[in-house]
């Protein structure tokens, strides 16, 4: 999945990290507040990043949104978290355009979580995605 802003191709991603290589108090230094999230997103906004969702639970702090390289969402979590690239790099994961809708989608069934069927994060997902929508950053390349 990609698409073309002007000459530069924008790739989907999914960045972020999770229980499974993280333990608590890494997850915890990842780990948005609604306020870190809304500077977040409000950032990606001032970056020209067009759209994107963030969600940050206890078990995983995760974006998926377009950009050039992945590193431009890396650098949003850890700007707007107490994480650092360094521990990112340790932990964290990078998928790119199928793999990254394939890793959305056992997220938001519940296949990734640490109890499986675990139905609460769709709704955190939702609300994500809410939360972007109203600052604008999602665009028709996600389905509403």
């Known amino acids: 999945m990609e698409h073309t802003n002007g000459l530069k191709h924008h790739y989907f991603y999914s960045v972020?990290?999770?229980y499974k290589k993280a333990d608590a108090e890494i997850r915890g230094k990842f780990s948005l507040d609604t306020q870190a999230k809304k500077r977040l997103?409000?950032?990606?906004?001032?970056?020209?990043?067009e759209?994107?969702?963030?969600?940050?639970?206890?078990?995983?702090?995760?974006i998926y949104?377009?950009?050039?390289h992945p590193f431009q969402l890396i650098k949003l979590i850890c700007e707007n978290s107490n994480g650092s690239?360094?521990?990112?790099?340790?932990?964290g994961f990078v998928y790119k355009n199928q793999e990254a809708i394939?890793?959305?989608?056992?997220?938001?069934?519940g296949l990734d979580s640490?109890?499986?069927?675990?139905?609460?994060i769709i709704s955190q997902i939702k609300t994500s995605f809410a939360e972007s929508r109203a600052l604008g950053l999602i665009n028709t390349f996600w389905i509403d």
Do not use: P, W, Y
């Open 65 to 68: 949104g377009f950009a050039e």
């Open 102 to 109: 394939n890793h959305l989608f056992r997220v938001g069934t």
């Open 41 to 49: 997103l409000e950032q990606a906004k001032s970056e020209g990043i």
């Open 85 to 91: 690239v360094e521990a990112f790099q340790k932990v």
């Open 16 to 18: 972020g990290l999770s």
């Open 114 to 120: 640490q109890i499986l069927g675990d139905f609460e």
């Open 51 to 62: 759209s994107l969702i963030v969600t940050s639970t206890c078990n995983r702090t995760e």
